[in-house]
């Protein structure tokens, strides 16, 4: 059932690129307009950019869930886990969790993207019949999934937020991003070992596009069910160090080792660039 899934979901991801894109590869949206049909710029503000895509491919998303009889039930609260909860019609113990993600091309590494947080690691995650911040418990859920969104920015200097336009200078009007690249993976592929943001209890992702794209994150050999065992312990199992002290493990390396597994199923990030084929 969660191959099925999959599989309906990234053929569908497929036709969301003529969706949201001009011919010339540029987002369709171009600003927002009043009554007074003035139309003003986006910021390139990347959380502001992932709301209004999220608004602008809602649409497509309700005809994915009917086509293949779901029910889509939306997150109740803004720091609710996921963004979109995918519920069989006809047997409600079907459910898959499907986040949005949004991240750009780092514009002097392009292979490389500034990655994006995979949930929490907190409560939910560690209790899975926990309803905290949560839409279903996180173990009622047969997948959890990303759809994603890797895109240029454009140059500051192209975009003036401050400025507004008339309806006739629509298509003068600059797109905030361009060159968009979906994906579809269940998050524990393309996750690392580092938390994702600060002081949060979030998870983050591998950069490396290509890596994101075919689900080749660190525990992506290891599998699942390592991916869980490590993001439930993270910074809590206490180790000696080197040097006659104590340490808490916030690496695979040391989680693998402490563990007795097999060091040769870590996925190592990969942030270099590729190397050109010989001509």
Known sequence: MKEEFECQLKEFVQSLQAYISTNDGQWTIKGFIDVFQNIYTISSDTKIISKILEIHLFPKIMEFAQMYGYKVVLAEHQNYYPDISFVKKDNEKVKFAVDFKTTYRNSKKPF????FTLGSHGKYFEDRMSTKNIQFPYGDYMGHFCL????????SDSINETKS????ELYSISSVM????????EKWKI??????????ANIGSIKNISDIING???FSKLGESWFDDYWMNYNKIIISNNKGGTKKIISLND?????KGDHSLIVLKNNKSPKKADK
């Open 148 to 155: 994603g969104i890797i895109y240029d920015r454009t140059k």
């Open 112 to 115: 490389l993207c500034n990655g």
């Open 191 to 200: 996750a690392s070992d580092k938390s994702g943001s600060g002081n949060t």
């Open 178 to 185: 361009s060159g968009f690249q979906f994906f579809v993976t």
């Open 216 to 218: 080749n994150g660190v």
């Open 165 to 168: 336009y008339k309806m006739r």
């Open 255 to 259: 989680f693998v080792e402490y563990r």
